[in-house]
Structures are given as structure tokens and as C-alpha cells.
């Protein structure tokens, strides 16, 4: 992976947005995006740098967000972060640009109760049929005072 040419079409794509790129220690880079721009992003990385090998999406619960990690390798590592208000956790899936992302995203919608937009089959995955979901829980989420 060119990782010089891939942040300067990241950015040259999201010219108002401040992208952060960060390296850690162990050959992986975090670009933080908005939620509306990461579609475009994995666009961006399929088509024109050929990155499809999405080796995971993780989610974490940090409070009022729902921060979202999306996994990309090749010979490094880039990882898309964006952060979805934890009321409205919403974002479109990546399926049509990699398919392999739909289980991902189905894990992450169940354990967290994030909506994938235009997922073509966000059936349950993990949990039990007798799942007690009214009002709706999910494992990885928080309890908020209020859930109380």
C-alpha cells in the first residue's frame, strides 16, 4: 500500500475535513473521518488503490458516541475511525463496495445497535432467539443512568 499517495487522495477527496492520520507503533495508520464521508472513503480505497481485504469492523461504546473501526491490511495497516451520536447510530453499509463487510456489520449492529443503511440482510447473527430485546439491549453498549 502507497501510503503517502492514499492519505493525499483521502484528503484531496475531503478537502474541509480534518483527517488526523496518526501512525502507531506497529505499522498501522488511524484516519478519523465523519460518518458521511466513509462510504466515499472505502470508495476511494477499493477503486483506486485496489484495498479490499476489510480484515474487521470493531465498535466501542465511549459514552455519547458509538466509535467505529474499520480494518483494512495490506502489508500495513489503515484503519477508517468515524464516531456515530450513540441516539442516532446510524451509517450506510460498505456491502456494495465489499461484500465481506456483512457479517462484519451485522455483529456490530447487534452487539451495538448500529443501523447499516442499505445492509442486505441485517438478520441476528450472534444472539439467542430469545434474546430480551423490548426495550432493545445490547451487550456492548453501556448502561446509561437513564437505562436504569
Known amino acids: 500500500m502507497k501510503l503517502d499517495a492514499l492519505l493525499e487522495a483521502l484528503q484531496e477527496a475531503f478537502p474541509f475535513k480534518e483527517l488526523n492520520p496518526r501512525?502507531?507503533?506497529?505499522?498501522?495508520?488511524?484516519?478519523?473521518?465523519?460518518?458521511?464521508?466513509?462510504?466515499?472513503?472505502?470508495?476511494?480505497?477499493?477503486?483506486?488503490?485496489?484495498?479490499?481485504?476489510?480484515?474487521?469492523?470493531?465498535?466501542?461504546?465511549?459514552?455519547?458516541?458509538?466509535?467505529?473501526?474499520y480494518h483494512f491490511w495490506d502489508n500495513q495497516g489503515l484503519t477508517l475511525r468515524t464516531a456515530l451520536r450513540r441516539a442516532e447510530a446510524r451509517i450506510a453499509t460498505v456491502t456494495d463496495l465489499i461484500p465481506g463487510a456483512a457479517l462484519y456489520e451485522r455483529e456490530v449492529s447487534e452487539m451495538l445497535g448500529v443501523t447499516f443503511e442499505g445492509h442486505p440482510g441485517p438478520q441476528v447473527l450472534l444472539l439467542p432467539d430469545d434474546w430480551d430485546d423490548e426495550p432493545p439491549s445490547y451487550p456492548l453498549r453501556q448502561r446509561q443512568e437513564e437505562d436504569s
Open 23 to 69: 501512525p502507531v507503533p506497529v505499522g498501522e495508520t488511524f484516519i478519523t473521518l465523519p460518518p458521511d464521508c466513509l462510504h466515499r472513503a472505502v470508495g476511494l480505497l477499493v477503486e483506486r488503490f485496489d484495498l479490499r481485504h476489510l480484515s474487521a469492523i470493531t465498535g466501542e461504546d465511549v459514552g455519547d458516541e458509538i466509535v467505529l473501526l
